[in-house]
T-cell receptor
Framework: SQKIEQNSEALNIQEGKTATLTCNYT??????LQWYRQDPGRGPVFLLL?????KEKRKERLKVTFDTTLKQSLFHITASQPADSATYLC????????????FGTGTKLQVIP | DTAVSQTPKYLVTQMGNDKSIKCEQN?????MYWYKQDSKKFLKIMFS???????INETVPNRFSPKSPDKAHLNLHINSLELGDSAVYFC???????????????FGEGSRLTVL
């Protein structure tokens, strides 16, 4: 069966360090992978998209890698700040139809001052 | 102006009742979705419409019926509510049109449904 798993329920890191979140998937052939941020009581907000033929994408302090051989994406936040504390969701699209976007289990990140 | 708006934000009702949640987007997007987020925060796709046509229908009880009167609106009607229907329901839209398009999802703020 198809699965999208993200590392540990919660990740605590010290302010200023780099946070690395993992997204692993099985039985998918995604055309693209997205990362979202969700704050409590709010809807998810899109952060980055990376396509299957891309290895890495960057946006300000964010970096995403995509390894279709390992079936894994890594999401990095450099110089993390307490304001980065939120739940981060990865989502895969293009498997079973381009419009179908399926989400992972989410990782709650807490940046400690 | 809110891009994707859902109403109501909170809904508390008794088992067995019928309720609706409405969603509107003013982004001009072709594709709209309903997602359900359970108590463990897992976001699961339920339905998707592309320009008023149903394109994704996951394994959802047929007590749930989506309706898209036009491409800017996607409503969700739930019959005979059960305790397990308690969740946050998110509407989203995307400029996806199929083919090789990819696109971000724009989510509403969610509608928290509590069934007593």
């Amino acid at each position: 069966s198809q699965k999208i798993e993200q590392n540990s329920e919660a990740l605590n890191i010290q302010e200023g360090k780099t946070a690395t979140l993992t997204c692993n998937y099985t039985n998918y052939s995604p055309a693209y992978l997205q990362w979202y941020r969700q704050d409590p009581g709010r809807g998810p907000v899109f952060l980055l998209l990376i396509r299957e033929n891309e290895k890495e994408k960057r946006k300000e302090r964010l970096k995403v890698t995509f390894d279709t051989t390992l079936k894994q994406s890594l999401f990095h936040i450099t110089a993390s700040q307490p304001a980065d504390s939120a739940t981060y969701l990865c989502a895969l699209g293009g498997s079973g139809g381009y419009q179908k976007v399926t989400f992972g289990t989410g990782t709650k990140l807490q940046v400690i001052p | 102006d809110t891009a994707v708006s859902q109403t109501p934000k909170y809904l508390v009702t008794q088992m067995g009742n019928d309720k609706s949640i409405k969603c509107e987007q003013n982004l001009g997007h072709d594709t709209m979705y309903w997602y359900k987020q359970d108590s463990k925060k897992f976001l699961k796709i339920m339905f998707s419409y592309n320009n008023k046509e149903l394109i994704i229908n996951e394994t959802v009880p047929n007590r749930f019926s989506p309706k898209s009167p036009d491409k800017a609106h996607l409503n969700l009607h739930i019959n005979s509510l059960e305790l397990g229907d308690s969740a946050v329901y998110f509407c989203a839209s995307s400029p996806l049109r199929g083919g090789a398009d990819t696109g971000e999802l724009f989510f509403g703020e969610g509608s928290r449904l509590t069934v007593l």
